[in-house]
């Protein structure tokens, strides 16, 4: 089934004509904009994409080569319909290109940013020298209205404030806070500088200790996965700790759903050959047994987790999730890296590794009369759940109601 929805999906795309805009709204016109394309296609707005990784600003979430397989697998399962909204000056080049697409078969349709939860930040691509201010960006979710009069309304979830040196444009229009805010640090001087920043000296040695009693298990090791086996590995592993860990939490299992397995190892093989795979998986690993594996995307300044699992087996009381951390801290400052981030949401071991926080915002516009109303419920209910995220009682409230309803009187989280 899930076959057939794909197949139906990429049919659909290809056939899709490209929309153009009749006239330019008078806002985008003043601020440079000639020309505004609506494509359905990712191979037809491929090359004005691939002009902005070139020069521009953009989350590495929001690389091609992730969208397009996000797009392909979980997507089409989903039913999402494309719609890449594109600006370009007189002269044809590309200013902008939002990944945004709707689901078809919802009632109520709401545009949002293509990659659902498995990007943690929305940002791009943009040229980092154009600016087309808030009358202008207003203009622009009104001309996707006129051309797509069947859409609702937009949400544009974790919109970091500002990326790479440049602002967030959208900070322009009405917002509001995420619930949640993104974690980070900057990695400057070398890997045991870093690390000394970041971790304490007691902290350091706990976890000194632990690798200690790890390294006497046959075969341990850390590692990147550099082949096909190694993927199919990793990311084996990954599901079954990960499906096991999130029930025991009384957590949706993200992962689980259909076409996701097949987006993220088809994101794990793309340009490994080359040693520069979409999503890198690093691992700590025995005969026999994955200890802990963390996966992200890179643009080469940025490292940005995405997903990570640590084993079901006894082993698990030595922390080779945080051993593993230490090693990825190690990792990009050796290759460079300026940034190092650990997503979005609220973990303990975060606090350990991250000493700053990006900032996120949501933006919502309603455009139908029923998305008027759909919009200010879900931004209403937004602003709740990050009001319960910033009260510890509330918190500690809310995690054990989700324990009850999954019968688990523990919350089953890994310890430092």
Not at 60 to 77: I, L, V
Not at 280 to 309: I, K, P
Request: glycine share 8%; aromatic share 10%; with cysteine.
């Amino acid at each position: 089934m899930v076959a057939q929805t794909m197949a139906y999906a990429r049919q659909r795309a290809a056939e899709a004509p490209i929309l153009t805009a009749p006239s330019m709204p008078r806002p985008l016109a003043a601020s440079g904009v000639h020309r505004l394309e609506l494509f359905s296609d990712f191979a037809a707005a491929e090359p004005h994409w691939r002009a902005l990784e070139a020069n521009g600003v953009y989350t590495p979430y929001q690389r091609f080569d992730w969208m397009d397989a996000w797009q392909n697998n979980a997507g089409a399962a989903e039913s999402v319909s494309p719609l890449l909204l594109a600006s370009f000056d007189r002269a044809g080049h590309p200013l902008f290109l939002l990944p945004l697409g709707y689901v078809t078969s919802e009632r109520c349709k709401i545009v949002r940013f293509l990659g659902g939860k498995h990007a943690n930040y929305n940002f791009g691509p943009w040229r980092r020298d154009f600016s087309c201010g808030a009358a202008g960006l207003r203009a622009l979710i009104d001309w996707l209205y006129h051309v797509q009069p069947e859409l609702d309304g937009v949400e544009l979830l974790s919109q970091p404030e500002s990326w790479d040196g440049m602002q967030n444009p959208f900070l322009a229009l009405p917002h509001q806070p995420s619930p949640s805010d993104g974690y980070k640090s900057a990695i400057e001087g070398s890997a045991d500088e870093v690390l000394v920043r970041l971790l304490s000296n007691s902290m350091r040695g706990r976890i000194r200790n632990k690798e200690r009693r790890l390294q006497k298990l046959p075969g341990y090791r850390y590692t990147r996965a550099a082949t096909e086996a190694d993927v199919d590995r990793y990311l084996a592993a990954f599901l079954e700790q990960k499906a096991a860990r999130l029930k025991a939490q009384g957590i949706e299992n993200v992962f689980a759903e259909p076409g996701v397995a097949e987006f993220l190892r088809e994101c794990c093989l793309i340009g490994q050959p080359e040693g520069k795979p979409v999503i890198e998986m690093h691992a700590l690993e025995c005969d026999g047994d994955v200890l802990a594996m963390f996966a992200g995307v890179s643009d080469g300044r940025y490292f940005s987790s995405m997903f990570n699992s640590y084993t079901l087996s006894d082993n698990a009381r030595f922390s080779p999730g945080l051993v593993l951390l230490v090693h990825l801290v190690r990792n990009c400052a050796e290759r460079g890296i300026k940034i190092f981030d650990l997503g979005v949401g609220e973990a303990e071991y975060k606090k350990y590794f991250c000493d700053s926080r990006e900032i996120l915002f949501d933006s919502y516009f309603g455009l139908s009369t029923r998305g008027q109303a759909y919009v200010a419920a879900i931004s209403a209910g937004a602003a709740i759940k990050r009001w319960i995220k910033r009260s510890p009682a509330l918190m500690r409230l809310a995690l054990a109601a989700r324990r009850l309803r999954a019968g688990k009187p523990e919350s089953g989280g890994e310890t430092a």
